[in-house]
């Protein structure tokens, strides 16, 4: 039997690498926040689904694709999401005809069904369960019940109507995953910091909705009687009710954003660890770093904010729509613990590499990818590392056939032919375990995505270009060459084989 190959995680809990043991080798189990469907998922979305997506293939390598199990919350529970279903099905919901939850889920079918198809193109499997927040909301309110009977939560009114609260104080392990003191700590949640809180980092579990505010009737056993408060979870709350419900009180793997480490995820634990009694709610927490583009905090008062939806379907990002290939080979070039700078260059650089990959590929599913890129991979996702053994297999010229004339290096050798079609198989392979398909990758999608128009236009130039050469006005020549250059426009020159004559092609280089 073969040996499985060892895995080491980076845990945030701990600040430490750590070699990955399973609670159950026979069912991996991994939770990862996802997203807010209230719109379309920004470019920062996609850094956590790639990121997970590939721990979630190896896993499956590692331990078999029928043990592990990945969960991935859909947040539908939201006040903008709430104002937009009261807006648009208020007077269904009024009438009886239409409960919260379904006018919930009518005003986010668009956006969730184009978050699942815009990762569905960045090459992400789907999660073993992507369940709703609404779904759950009866397991929340039990959870906060729970707490409440514990001493760990409590009622209380504020300037915006009866919350319950949780109260930090009662769990002396607070803050052990943010490493923060409790005395220094700023409440983080959604909700600003009012003075009827016990502690300013107490953080809200249910808080009442207004009278023309949609939400759901929630009764709560208290020391001083039963209270029943209309009204919507918390932001954290979700979390934990979904992962008890689909992993169990405690599983392995809890993934997410740098972003959330504090406070979602340091509420998270409170929640759970109090409500079950346990010292933990998952044993290795990871998380991804932050995303800018282009130098900058991706924002939309600094005009850099991008959809992964408009990255990939418009120009608006360097005059490309980009392929989803694409974007995923730019997100795994950088360590997925590091901030990462999403440039115009950076995908420029990663199409350059794959459209160099999907020419010497060979496609055989009975070749696996070379066991230095999956050793690479089980050292905490060193994507960086696996994609050097990627350009090391890459970096040789094809060898051929003597009796061929494909420009590559020839041979007599079977043996040497053999070697180098495992070597290209194996590429292929290796981007395959990663999530990305070569045999659905265009090499010249760049030159193909030119408008037609535009091809006329280069091509004229080019043209007129050598008709300058056929007088040797040299000067003329260079200037359309570097003006084309400057349009992102690279020529290269070269000769015809048969006839000698000067030819000119060209490729789009930004």
């Not at 959809?307 to 694409?326: C, D, K, R």
């Not at 080019?462 to 570097?482: G, P, V």
Request: charged share 25%.
């Amino acid at each position: 039997m073969t040996e499985k190959p060892v895995l080491t995680l980076y845990n945030t809990l701990t600040r430490q690498k750590e070699v990955f043991a399973p609670i159950d080798a026979e069912n991996v189990r991994m939770y990862v926040c996802g997203p807010t469907v209230y719109d379309y998922a920004h470019i920062g979305n996609a850094r956590p689904a790639i990121v997970f997506d590939v721990l979630f293939r190896l896993l499956r390598h590692v331990y078999g694709a029928d043990h592990v199990t990945y969960v991935r919350n859909i947040t539908d529970v939201d006040d903008k999401i709430n104002a937009r279903a009261l807006r648009d099905y208020g007077d269904e919901i009024d009438a009886g005809r239409m409960s919260l939850n379904a006018a919930i889920r009518a005003v986010t079918e668009k956006t969730l069904a184009q978050y699942l198809e815009d990762t569905a193109a960045l090459g992400c499997l789907e999660p073993t369960v992507q369940p709703r927040a609404t779904e759950h909301v009866d397991g929340m309110v039990e959870m906060i019940g729970t707490l409440i009977a514990g001493g760990h939560a409590y009622v209380a009114s504020g300037g915006e109507g009866r919350e319950v609260l949780f109260d930090v104080r009662s769990m002396p392990a607070y803050g052990g995953l943010s490493k923060r003191n409790l005395d220094e700590q700023q409440a983080g949640a959604r909700i600003a910091v009012e003075a009827h809180k016990k502690n300013p980092a107490d953080f809200v579990l249910w808080k009442e909705s207004d009278p023309d505010e949609p939400g759901w009737d929630a009764t709560f056993d208290t020391p001083d009687g039963a209270v029943t408060i209309h009204g919507r979870p918390g932001w954290h709350i979700e979390c934990s009710v979904m992962s008890e419900h689909h992993l169990g009180k405690l599983f392995d793997i809890h993934g997410g954003g740098l972003d959330l480490i504090f406070p979602h995820h340091e509420n998270e634990i409170a929640q759970s660890c109090c409500a079950h009694g346990t010292e933990r709610m998952a044993n290795y927490w990871m998380h991804n770093g932050f995303l800018q583009v282009e130098g900058r905090k991706m924002s939309k008062s600094e005009g850099n904010f991008f959809t992964i939806h408009e990255l990939m379907a418009t120009e608006n990002f360097g005059q490309f729509s980009w392929p989803g290939a694409v974007l995923r080979y730019a997100m795994l070039m950088t360590n997925y613990r590091e901030p990462i700078d999403f440039s115009v260059q950076r995908l420029e650089e990663a199409a350059t590499e794959l459209g160099k990959y999907r020419l010497i590929a060979e496609f055989d599913e009975a070749v696996a990818p070379p066991a230095a890129f999956v050793d690479a991979l089980c050292d905490d996702l060193n994507t960086p590392k696996a994609i050097s053994v990627l350009r090391d297999l890459a970096a040789k010229p094809p060898v051929y056939a003597r009796s061929d004339q494909n420009g590559g290096a020839t041979s007599d050798s079977s043996a040497a032919l053999d070697e180098d079609y495992s070597r290209r198989a194996q590429l292929a392979a290796a981007l395959s375990f990663v999530g990305i398909d070569l045999r659905n990758y265009d090499a010249n999608w760049m030159i193909a995505s030119v408008s037609d128009a535009r091809k006329l236009e280069i091509q004229a130039r080019i043209d007129e270009r050598l008709a300058f050469i056929r007088d040797k006005n040299w000067a003329e020549a260079d200037r359309i060459r570097d003006e084309l250059l400057s349009e992102g426009i690279q020529l290269k020159d070269g000769k015809d084989s048969e006839t000698g004559e000067r030819i000119t092609t060209w490729e789009v280089k930004r």
